[in-house]
C-alpha cells in the first residue's frame, strides 16, 4: 500500500465527507436511512465505517488531499461487536433514528450470511471504495482496487466485495472481478451483488 496514503484520525471528517459524496444515491444508503436521508446523515454513517475501520482493519486514501477512499479488512478480523461499535463512534448513529439503526443492524447481519455463503475461505474484503465526485475519471478508483488487489495477492487470498449499482459490475470485472451472487436485501427491490477476485 506505499501507493496510498494511510488514513488517521485526523483525517476522519474528511474521508467521512468524500464518501458521503460518493455515495449521496447510493441505494443501500437510502434504504438503511429512510425518511431521514441526506447528505448529513449519510455522512454520519460513513464517519463511523471510517472510524471502525481505521481502529479495527484499513484504511487508506489515494493521497493525503483524499480524492478517493478505501476502507478493507482481512475478514476474520471483521467483527461489528458492541464494545467496538461503540469506541468507533456508534452511539453517534442514533442521531438519524431508532428505525435506520435498526435497518443497518439487520443489513448487516443479511450481508454477513451471503457473504459467508459466497467465499468460505480466507479472504480480504473491501468495506467500502469511493471517489469524490469532482475527481472521478481521473483513476483515482483505479489506484485504491490496484492496491488493494496487490495486498490480497501478497497474502495469497481472493478478494469479496459488494456493490447495489449494476453499473458497478462492469467496472470490477475490469479488474478481475466475477459475479459470485446476487440477492434482494430482504424487504426490499435492491439488488446486492456479491463480487470475488481470485
Known amino acids: 500500500m506505499n501507493d496510498l496514503y494511510k488514513l488517521k484520525k485526523k483525517d476522519i471528517d474528511k474521508s467521512s465527507e468524500v464518501l458521503a459524496k460518493a455515495f449521496s444515491d447510493y441505494p443501500l444508503f437510502k ?14 454513517l460513513t464517519k463511523f465505517i471510517v472510524k471502525y475501520t481505521i481502529l479495527y482493519g484499513q484504511a ?54 451471503v457473504h459467508k455463503d459466497s467465499v468460505n475461505k480466507p479472504h480480504q474484503y473491501i468495506i467500502g471504495i469511493g471517489v469524490d465526485p469532482n ?6 478508483g483505479k489506484k485504491l482496487l490496484v492496491s488493494m488487489l496487490k495486498v490480497a495477492k501478497e497474502k495469497n487470498h481472493p478478494c469479496y466485495l459488494e456493490t447495489h449499482d449494476k453499473e458497478n459490475i462492469k467496472i470490477y470485472e475490469k479488474y478481475g472481478f466475477e459475479l459470485v451472487s446476487q440477492d434482494f436485501i430482504p424487504r ?10 481470485e
Do not use: C, P, W
Not at 434504504?31 to 454520519?44: A, C, R, V
Not at 431508532?98 to 447481519?109: H, I, L, P, T, W
Not at 475527481?135 to 483515482?140: D, E, M, T, V
Open 135 to 140: 475527481k472521478q475519471g481521473q483513476a483515482f
Open 31 to 44: 434504504y438503511i436511512l429512510g425518511d431521514n436521508h441526506s447528505i448529513e446523515n449519510i455522512k454520519i
Open 60 to 113: 487508506y486514501a489515494t493521497s493525503s488531499d483524499i480524492e478517493g477512499v478505501i476502507l478493507f479488512t482481512d475478514f476474520k478480523d471483521y467483527k461489528f461487536t458492541l464494545l467496538r461499535s461503540l469506541r468507533a463512534g456508534g452511539l453517534s448513529v442514533m442521531k438519524i433514528g431508532k428505525e435506520a439503526g435498526m435497518r443497518f443492524s439487520q443489513y448487516d447481519e443479511f450481508n454477513m450470511s
Open 188 to 197: 426490499t427491490d435492491i439488488v446486492q451483488f456479491n463480487m470475488l477476485a
